[in-house]
């Protein structure tokens, strides 16, 4: 028999808010996070800036974290870091696991990120290269190295199962959760902190995405007429996954079931996606789910609001879901919080959850009319919805696709 997954904790931290009732309020209400903001050049003190959209998490709270852990215990972090354990102490809160036995020998911790510590490494450099030092700070390696998020939150909550992360780009937190579910289904854990954290709004990053010429120059519009281009966001999401039976025997309030994961490689470009790539993850993902393709679903997008990449995945659910698209929700919160890069596909896929639960759509923002290249049936304003369940989509360059199906509890 299968090991059903549920899920029993969640928490996150981005532009939209310092926690997942605040990210909710702002994006069901369609209060976008996108604004303009000012990177300085050099050292701080040049009056030289590059400047653009973003999605900040500016506003972190470090309430939580500072109440339950000693200062001198998370020692220096980088902010990628720190978006994922201010979003993993929130899920593990509402899961009430902290102190649990099995988090001793039955847990694991798998996240997903992009591109690493990228404000540590930044700093490094500028010592190297501006100022002339001959030494980086003894700190900068495991400060900014991309598997620090998993092991801090392993040392944090005293997990001694496997932790780890994955990287894949803008799908890395995506395959974070599916692999954590399989993790669950064999048996070698029952629980599971899984999600994804993303601190890319420093200038060298920021320069980076924008000489690709993907970045949008006023905000995301997704799968709209003129729309330009990405928005970079930054922050973490976090989701607690839990063999259903242990959930029920602790008493835990289950807020909805992981019950399906799907993944595939296009093998065919760097950048561009491939149809034929996101059809196959899409139908591997309602496979694994048992899910129908004519059930009517929530459908969250990857949505970025480039070009290509949006045209290219509305061809895909046509094409999958055929007429019965007509009767599914598509979202697109990438519009509300930016691109979150790794992190992106856990905040999607945990605001989906919360949308399930609240029977609620979030509203696609900034849509300046329709595209017939994008023809699937948006939600342009707050939309009651009495769906079941929830597909939510990640593709990232290198053709790495991963979808999950998720369940109303």
């Known amino acids: 028999m299968t090991r059903r997954v549920a ?9 939209l808010g310092r926690d997942v009732a605040e990210s909710w309020r702002r994006v069901a209400a369609g209060d976008g996070a996108i604004r303009d903001l000012v990177l300085p050049r050099g050292d701080g003190t040049s009056t030289v800036t590059t400047r653009g959209p973003a999605a900040p998490a500016d506003h972190i709270d470090t309430t939580r974290i500072d109440a339950r852990f000693d200062a001198r215990t998370l020692g220096k972090l980088d902010p990628l870091v720190r978006f994922a354990i201010v979003a993993a102490t929130e899920a593990m809160e509402q899961a009430g696991l902290f102190g649990h036995p099995l988090l001793d020998d039955r847990a694991a911790v798998l996240l997903g990120c992009g591109s690493g510590g990228n404000a540590t490494f930044e700093v490094g450099y500028r010592r190297l290269f501006e100022r002339g030092l001959d030494k980086a700070h003894p700190q900068t390696i495991p400060t900014g ?8 939150i392993a040392m944090l909550f005293g997990i001694h199962g496997p932790a780890m992360v994955l990287a894949s780009a803008c799908a890395s937190s995506a395959h974070a959760i599916g692999e954590a579910m399989h993790m669950i289904r064999a048996g070698r854990v029952d629980v599971a902190i899984a999600g994804g954290t993303e601190a890319c709004l420093t200038l060298g990053s920021w320069i980076a995405w924008n000489s690709l010429g993907a970045m949008a120059a006023d905000t995301c519009r997704p799968f709209s007429i003129d729309r330009q281009g990405l928005v970079l966001g930054e922050g973490a999401a976090v989701l607690v996954l839990e063999e259903w039976e242990h959930a029920v025997a602790r008493g835990a309030t289950i807020l909805g079931e992981l019950a399906g994961y799907g993944a595939s490689s296009d093998a065919v470009h760097i950048t561009a996606p491939d149809r034929a790539g996101i059809e196959r993850a899409i139908r591997a993902a309602h496979a694994d789910a048992g899910l129908p393709f004519d059930t009517p679903v929530l459908i969250s997008s990857h949505g970025t609001g480039t070009r290509l990449n949006d045209a290219t995945e509305a061809e895909a659910l046509r094409s999958v879901y055929g007429e019965a698209l007509a009767s ?36 696609v923002l900034n849509h300046l009319g329709p595209d017939p290249a994008c023809d699937v049936p948006l939600v342009l304003a707050p939309r009651a919805i009495d769906h079941d369940w929830l597909v939510s989509n990640s593709f990232a360059f290198g053709g790495l696709n991963a979808v999950l199906v998720g369940r109303r509890a």
């Open 7 to 15: 899920v029993t904790g969640m928490g996150c931290v981005s532009g």
């Open 145 to 152: 190295m991309i598997s620090a998020p998993a092991s801090r």
């Open 328 to 363: 599914d929700t598509v979202i697109a919160t990438k519009s509300a919080h930016g691109h979150l890069i790794g992190a992106s596909g856990a905040l999607e896929f945990l605001l989906g959850l919360v949308a399930l639960r609240q029977g609620l759509a979030p509203p």
